[in-house]
């Protein structure tokens, strides 16, 4: 987390000296004279010109005695000098000055909760770092904002010292000597109070937790007020969507043990009584469309009440109101409580205020990316009506870019105008290119190189373009892709993908690489709507069945009755419509995919189609649940069968788990396991935090049952040969990619199945 703090100021000290500096001049005034000559004395390394530039007469002036105090003050404001005086000789001003000393050095001893780059960075932004002048109010609040800081993160003990070490030619040397000790540890939560849910159950809703066996990464341990208020805000939801309307937190205690190691919480809550929604009814002015705001009412009479209802209303109106142009509109739920029965009426009262229309759309934050490639984002144009759904879509795609860290949509009223609004989009970039070498291991292709560099946003044009290459047992890939996502104004994407690829199959004989395919591919993209994109394409693709020995016997049949090579230009027609929360971690939505590919010239003809479909659902905050089904046929067309280079292959992370990787579907009289014209994948998985780790999903475990299997060109899909597997499995963002291991075991299997209880790979995918 980087380290950051604020200090104020210190002209107010800096008015004070050059005051006190101006009393301490004769107590005599001096008469008004003409200047004859400055000098200016005690100066090291400060220039001249930068006294003289502060000074508010020249030679040839008349100095008076304000003059002389406006004087000390701009010199005392410039930061540079100690102490400064004005001493008259005749005709004659004589500036005497005595330097601050300069900070030579900066170190830091027995620093290690914070990143010292950070640190330093953070204090050289308030005043104070190597090169600029000391002073020491600044270091001492320096000082007690480290502690502060160090506090922050339980370090209850953190003592910060700060040795100032003159040396020669008037500088210090600043050292700040840490000593950390252990952070403070939640040793016990209680909430008091509760009755209508157990202590259990609120606690459960925390991400504050006392120390477990996994409070080591999560640190959730560590006590934090701002973690602490979240946490209570989480309570008073829980009992406010449960009818508990008077619900209140009456006090929160937080105790330390005297050796500063061991934190308790007490929170003290009272619940008040559950009350039930008699009626909801329409107050103000709805622009003639009441049936229609009456539809957007998520509060339901004779149910308890709830506040997210109340909330998810009144922004519903807020934003219709903005839809048809009121962007100012304000909408209150004004309860009237029944104490004596337990009912609640609740009041909706809109004014929608005035209707205006985007003057002006500005783009800022933007140091890399071209404004075109933000402004073309936008569904909401300038000059035309206020449209709040057409403003959060575009918030939304700008977002998905993927080009910045944070994107916020301001709305600003045009002064003089009430009727206009100007709209400030705000962008912070962060790095779009990636340069990755390194090895990777997985369960079934064993050791694999990999190396691959990719911009997503290259000159900040919006284009992607990359080089990947991998290699591994049984499959070595080089890819050089480039995707123009506007190739047209109307948002139809362009991708080119040129290519060189070997594989051969699971368990194949010796080590020869029996495909190679060299190709290139491109691809249009069409959006149809938001969430929907018809992709069209054309490839050309070369097939060379390689080798001699060891070759799989239906490989050189192939090969001995239409080649060993075999040109083909695939036309691809695709589908996709993607509506999840998210595209890591999703936990609510629903993905559609649709792809065919048709050789329809070259030497092989065949039909080649895939079926993907998923949908997410969210169980609770915490655990939601993930279907996945998938459908691949190939047929062969004319007089020929479907080209065995073609097939499918089942069995592993992203398939039938538990069984190996690529080992179902056909097996060839060499062993080998060539797969088929067909597959079946059904998958389900239920994913659930890791104990100790809050709502963190980026570390997840899931349990999982997978059923599928892979079958040859013109053989039936038989429920009695779907293979079948279920068990557990635990999921990570890891700074490589996405890593998913699993455990698990057949529930029916073939003696000539491959099983493999533990599996794991980077980059797997449902």
């Known amino acids: 987390m980087p380290f950051s703090f604020v200090m104020s100021p210190l002209r107010p000290v800096a008015v004070v000296t050059a005051m006190a500096a101006a009393l301490a001049m004769p107590a005599h005034a001096v008469e008004p004279f003409v200047l004859k000559d400055i000098r200016v004395e005690g100066?090291?390394?400060?220039?001249?010109?930068?006294?003289?530039?502060?000074?508010?007469?020249?030679?040839?002036?008349t100095y008076t005695d304000d003059k002389g105090a406006t004087a000390l003050r701009s010199l005392f404001a410039t930061g540079l000098f100690k102490d400064v005086r004005i001493e008259i000789e005749g005709t004659v001003a004589v500036v005497v000055v005595e330097e601050r000393p300069i900070i030579q050095t900066l170190n830091f001893v027995g620093l290690k909760e914070f990143d010292k780059d950070q640190l330093i960075k953070s204090l050289k932004e308030s005043g104070i770092g190597e090169g600029l002048p000391f002073d020491r109010a600044l270091v001492d609040r320096a000082e007690q904002e480290i502690k502060r800081q160090y506090l922050s993160r339980s370090l209850y003990g953190a003592e910060v010292v700060t040795t100032i070490t003159p040396v020669e030619r008037n500088r210090v040397n600043v050292n700040f000597t840490m000593t950390e000790g252990d952070a403070a540890r939640i040793g016990e939560i209680r909430i008091v109070g509760t009755q209508a849910f157990s202590e259990g159950t609120l606690l459960g809703l925390m991400d504050l937790t006392t120390s477990g066996w996994l409070t080591w990464y999560t640190k959730n341990d560590r006590y934090s007020r701002a973690k602490l208020n979240a946490d209570l805000e989480t309570i008073r939801s829980y009992y406010l969507n449960r009818g508990y309307l008077e619900f209140a937190i009456e006090s929160t205690q937080v105790t330390i043990s005297p050796d500063k190691q061991d934190i308790s919480i007490t929170i003290t809550v009272n619940e008040g009584q559950a009350y039930t929604v008699t009626g909801v009814r329409l107050q103000g002015e709805f622009l003639g469309k009441e049936e229609e705001f009456q539809a957007l009412v998520r509060i339901r009479p004779g149910s308890p009440y709830r506040a997210v209802d109340a909330t998810e209303t009144t922004k519903a109106f807020t934003e219709r109101f903005g839809i048809y142009g009121y962007a100012f509109a304000r909408v209150e739920a004004v309860p009237e409580i029944d104490r004596a029965t337990g009912q609640v009426a609740l009041t909706l009262r809109a004014d929608p205020q005035r209707r205006v229309y985007v003057r002006r759309l500005d783009v800022s934050g933007n140091t890399r990316t071209r404004d075109e490639v933000i402004r073309r984002e936008f569904r909401q144009f300038e000059s035309s009506w206020y449209d709040g759904q057409k403003i959060k879509l575009s918030r939304d795609r700008v977002e998905r870019l993927?080009?910045?860290?944070?994107?916020?949509?301001?709305?600003?009223?045009?002064a003089?105008?009430?009727?206009?609004?100007d709209l400030q989009v705000n962008v912070t970039e962060k790095p779009t290119g990636n340069l990755a070498l390194g090895l990777s291991f997985s369960s079934t292709e064993k050791l694999a190189l990999s190396a691959s560099i990719r911009q997503d946003n290259v000159f900040g044009s919006g284009n992607y373009l990359g080089f990947e290459v991998n290699t591994s047992k049984y499959s070595r890939t080089l890819v050089l892709s480039t995707v123009d996502p506007y190739f047209t104004i109307d948002g139809v994407s362009r991708a080119i993908d040129v290519f060189y690829r070997t594989s051969r199959p699971l368990n194949s004989l010796g080590d020869e690489y029996q495909l190679a395919t060299p190709g290139a591919a491109v691809r249009l993209g069409v959006p149809f709507s938001e969430f929907d994109t018809v992709f069209v394409g054309i490839g050309a693709e070369r097939t060379e069945i390689r080798g001699t020995n060891s070759i799989p016997n239906a490989y050189f049949i192939y090969r001995d009755l239409y080649g060993a090579k075999s040109n083909a230009f695939p036309l691809t027609l695709g589908w996709a419509r993607d509506q999840r929360d998210s595209v890591l971690t999703p936990t609510a939505g629903r993905y559609q995919r649709v792809n065919l590919e048709w050789g329809a010239f070259g030497d092989v003809r065949y039909l080649r189609s895939?079926?993907?479909?998923?949908?997410?659902?969210?169980?609770t905050t915490r655990f939601s649940l993930g279907v996945n089904a998938e459908l691949g046929i190939g047929k062969g067309l004319g007089s020929r069968p479907f080209p065995i280079f073609k097939n499918f292959y089942g069995g592993g992370l992203g398939s039938v788990r538990v069984f190996e990787q690529s080992s179902l579907g056909a097996i060839d009289p060499t062993g080998?396991?060539?797969?088929?014209a067909k597959k079946l994948n059904l998958n389900a998985e239920l994913y659930f935090p890791v104990p100790g780790t809050g709502n963190d999903k980026s570390l997840r475990i899931f349990a999982f049952t997978d059923v599928g299997n892979v079958w040859r060109e013109g053989e039936p899909i038989r429920g009695d040969d779907l293979r079948s597997s279920v068990g557990l499995g635990l999921s990570w963002i890891s700074p490589v990619g996405p890593l998913k291991m699993s455990w698990g075991k057949p529930l029916n299997s073939k003696p000539t199945d491959r099983i493999q209880n533990f599996q794991f790979q980077i980059g797997t995918a449902f």
């Open 416 to 421: 003089g105008s009430p009727d206009q609004v």
């Open 402 to 414: 993927g080009y910045f860290k944070d994107v916020g949509v301001d709305t600003n009223e045009v």
């Open 672 to 676: 080998a396991y060539i797969g088929g």
């Open 610 to 619: 895939n079926f993907q479909y998923q949908q997410f659902f969210a169980l």
């Open 43 to 61: 100066l090291q390394r400060t220039d001249a010109g930068t006294v003289f530039a502060a000074l508010p007469f020249r030679i040839g002036d």
